[in-house]
């Protein structure tokens, strides 16, 4: 445990040290907020004090900005070699990846947290379902966990930052929408299944506030075989090249 | 002149928004610069331990059994074994691409053999990776560093991962920067080092936390000479406390800084001894190179030197100048004769060398494919 929370000190400190953190910060505070409060279907249109154009938003930024965290994270140490270096410190190849996986998960939740102030401007426009609130951020940081776990699985396919990023989009894209679309189209056990492999259907019951076992289960078994394919590419890695 | 006016003005513009881009610049290289010095003091105002305080006793032998590492059915190295003798400093020698990194890879954890074992005190390193890193300093090839950290900071971060004690880490940080001779450098980031620095930083990420046995692939490759020569200077320090592995393609590498050389070829142990051995291996006779001056002929004179019971073959290099090459089985007797010689039949003696078989003849005589 302690050589992970090293690693991921370490990771955060270079998002802030180099631009990355900054960019991302201000891009997704800026889309979401432009679109939750200034543009389109806004709060204001909607007449309603709730979040929930901001946690649409939020759904599809976060889609295409957790990529751009994550393509460097693996594929970056593979290219300069540095993974040598860890690797053969105290450090297993699982602890790596996790560490990987926290310090982006902490810098989404940096900036999901910088967008509290809407949360305080909502509550004092009128009555807010806070269940319905903490339930949609809840929401927010489990699907980004699963973008993550997702993304940092690509950056260890590939030492090319690019390939992982698009590879991320690619894979990402099925379960924020194609596996959604498909079950739409089908009936029975199949528009079931791919319902419940959707995140969207998860999403859409935890933003209202549902906090149900199922989806939660879903979330974190996304997570973690993200987490262990990517551990395992990691490990095959070292033993072929 | 209004042309001239607006040009000015503008200029004036982009000159103020340069100032205030300036200033804060210059704010933000204060804050650094501070932050920088407060650290120098902290370290400064620390107590200094001795370099390797409380030093163990350490006897730990590794053993290498049958390591095999196949890449997409080709074997990179081929049932390898040997000792790695704790105090030892032992040379891998070989070719490019005859296996040395990938033994030191395996060695050091970060690949896992096809077949065979590596083994410490009967037990296998690979039950428990963990607990074995903790005790080697492993310096990759290329020497991988992550460029846009700070040195103190890169350090810091290798001794937590290697277990440093928190209260401990500045002293030895800054212990181990004024060791590996990283002093004048070490408030820079790592990727505005020379090549040389940067090596020493690798060096010092590798011995950051004292451990027993030190494996460095080709830690002096790309360097220019005089760096070649202080860091091999400093493997050699390093060698009358630790345990070194070192992969190296240099001979004079070797026979500068190694008790032991184990040479490698194809995935194959070709030799295993040390280098004094290796020499006389080589040597089934020495070479002599001898110019005389004489009166007689050089028909003349091979004759009477082939007398010499010592000398196998002799090769007249120069008939005019009387220059010789001769093979003997016993230089010190050749050479004895040869002056007697050269006393009774009054010719002088204007040049008498050894010339010594070198290193690289044996290397080569041993790696080259055939």
């Known amino acids: 445990m302690n050589a992970i929370w090293i690693l991921t000190k370490k990771e955060i400190k270079s998002y802030f040290d180099s631009l990355i953190a900054y960019i991302l910060l201000i891009l997704f505070l800026g889309f979401s907020g432009f679109f939750t409060w200034l543009y389109g279907n806004d709060i204001f249109l909607v007449g309603q004090a709730s979040l929930n154009v901001f946690f649409s938003w939020s759904f599809w930024t976060l889609f295409f900005f957790i990529p751009g965290i994550t393509m460097r994270t693996v594929a970056e140490e593979m290219h300069s070699g540095t993974i040598e270096i860890l690797s053969t410190k105290a450090i297993s190849n699982m602890q790596i990846i996790s560490a990987k996986f926290l310090a982006a998960w902490m810098l989404v939740l940096i900036a999901l947290l910088l967008t509290l102030p809407y949360y305080i401007t909502v509550s004092r426009l009128g009555d807010v379902d806070h269940g319905a609130i903490i339930g949609g951020y809840l929401g927010l940081l489990l699907i980004s966990g699963t973008y993550i776990s997702i993304g940092i699985f690509a950056s260890s396919i590939s030492r090319n930052q690019i390939v992982a990023f698009l590879l991320t989009l690619f894979i990402a894209l099925f379960f924020q929408l194609i596996f959604d679309l498909i079950a739409r189209n089908m009936t029975g056990g199949m528009a079931a299944f791919f319902n419940f492999i959707s995140l969207n259907s998860h999403f859409g019951s935890i933003s209202r506030g549902v906090i149900d076992f199922r989806d939660i289960f879903y979330f974190f078994s996304m997570i973690f075989s993200g987490l262990l394919l990517a551990n395992f590419m990691l490990s095959k890695k070292s033993l072929i090249d | ?370």
């Open chain 2, 1 to 370: 002149m209004i042309h001239k006016n607006s040009f000015n003005k503008k200029n004036d513009l982009k000159h103020h928004n340069f100032c205030t881009v300036k200033m804060f610049y210059s704010l933000y290289l204060r804050i650094n610069c501070w932050r920088r010095l407060h650290l120098f003091n902290s370290l400064t105002k620390s107590p200094k331990l001795p370099i390797f305080a409380n030093r163990k006793i350490y006897s730990m032998e590794i053993n290498i059994e049958n390591l095999t590492k196949i890449y997409r059915e080709q074997k990179a190295i081929n049932a390898i074994s040997f000792q790695l003798n704790s105090g030892e400093v032992l040379g891998f020698l070989g070719p490019n691409g005859a296996g040395k990194s990938t033994t030191m890879k395996i060695i050091s954890c970060f690949m896992a053999p096809s077949s065979g074992n590596v083994t410490v005190d009967g037990k296998s390193i690979f039950d428990d990776p963990e607990a074995f890193k903790l005790k080697i300093g492993y310096l990759p090839e290329n020497n991988p560093l992550y460029l846009d950290m700070y040195i103190h900071d890169y350090l810091a971060f290798i001794a937590a991962l290697q277990k440093v004690p928190k209260d401990k880490t500045i002293a030895r940080i800054s212990e181990i920067i004024e060791y590996v001779g990283l002093g004048d450098e070490q408030h820079k980031k790592i990727g505005e080092l020379s090549k040389g620095y940067k090596q020493r930083v690798g060096l010092a990420q590798a011995l950051i936390h004292d451990p027993e046995v030190l494996i460095l692939d080709e830690p002096t490759s790309g360097l220019d000479p005089n760096q070649i020569v202080e860091i091999r200077e400093l493997i050699k320090n390093l060698g009358k406390e630790k345990t070194i592995l070192l992969s190296t393609h240099i001979l004079q590498e070797v026979e500068a800084t190694c008790d032991r050389i184990i040479i490698i070829n194809k995935g194959k142990i070709v030799a295993d001894s040390t280098p004094a051995a290796l020499h006389q291996q080589a040597q089934s006779g020495s070479l002599i190179r001898l110019q005389l001056e004489s009166k007689q002929t050089v028909d003349q004179v091979s004759m009477i030197l082939k007398e010499i019971p010592s000398i196998i073959d002799l090769s007249v290099l120069d008939d005019q100048k009387l220059l010789y090459q001769i093979q003997s089985s016993d230089a010190y007797s050749s050479k004895k004769a040869l002056f007697d010689l050269c006393v009774k039949q009054g010719w002088y003696m204007l040049e008498m060398k050894e010339s010594e078989t070198k290193l690289e003849d044996i290397f080569r005589k041993l790696t080259a494919s055939n």
